[in-house]
């Protein structure tokens, strides 16, 4: 029986050892998804407190088919979803013919000088709808239908957010670059 598989069993009997052991083993990257999708500390800790419940009430239903820190990632992710959807109203735009998604150039070496850290405090300053269909689209893979059904908007407001989204990065971004541009010129 391989480890994972023993400490989720350790889990199911009630063992607390194996419980605290489940969280320390993964609260770290969970908590990295939680603030991917919140965009602040006080949030994501809210966020991963209560994946973690979600994780342990249902760990009985876990199948041992497929990655178990995709299957908790999820939880966390829906837990997100759930609570971004019980906070904010999303509108819709049902034009989905109108939305030109632009297309990503591999090549460009532009941005070459800036940290992933920079990347993720640029997420995390999105406006939450923006925020929240950037992460599925770009991190998670979802499509825009499945985005649609997750948090109940059409396709269309799916990728009108995306596509907002991708504007305020890509400013953001420009304008890191050219303040750290200035600074390495300064020197």
């Known amino acids: 029986m391989n480890e994972t598989r023993k400490l989720i069993r350790g889990c199911l ?3 607390r050892r194996d419980q605290e052991l489940l969280y320390r083993r993964h609260s770290p990257a969970l908590y990295g998804a939680s603030l991917q ?31 178990f820190e995709g299957w908790m990632r999820r939880i966390i992710i829906n837990t997100a979803l759930e609570k971004f959807r019980s906070r904010y109203n999303l509108y819709r735009v049902d034009d989905i013919d109108s939305i030109i ?3 990503a150039d591999p090549g460009n ?12 405090e640029i997420v995390r300053e999105l406006p939450p709808k923006y925020r929240m269909v950037f992460n ?21 407001t799916s990728k009108s957010n995306l596509s907002r989204a991708r504007n305020i990065l890509q400013r953001r971004i420009e304008l890191l670059m050219g303040i750290k541009w200035r600074l390495a010129d300064a020197r």
Not at 42 to 50: I, P
Request: glycine share 12%.
């Open 37 to 67: 999708y919140t965009g602040n500390e006080e949030e994501a800790r809210d966020v991963l407190q209560e994946g973690f419940i979600k994780i342990f009430n249902n760990l009985a239903r876990y199948k041992f088919e497929g990655s």
């Open 109 to 120: 070496e532009d941005y070459a000088g800036l940290e992933a850290q920079d990347l993720l």
């Open 136 to 156: 599925l689209y770009a991190i998670e893979g979802y499509s825009h239908k499945e985005i649609s059904g997750l948090m109940k908007i059409s396709e269309g």
């Open 13 to 15: 009997s009630g063992n």
């Open 101 to 103: 998604e632009p297309e």
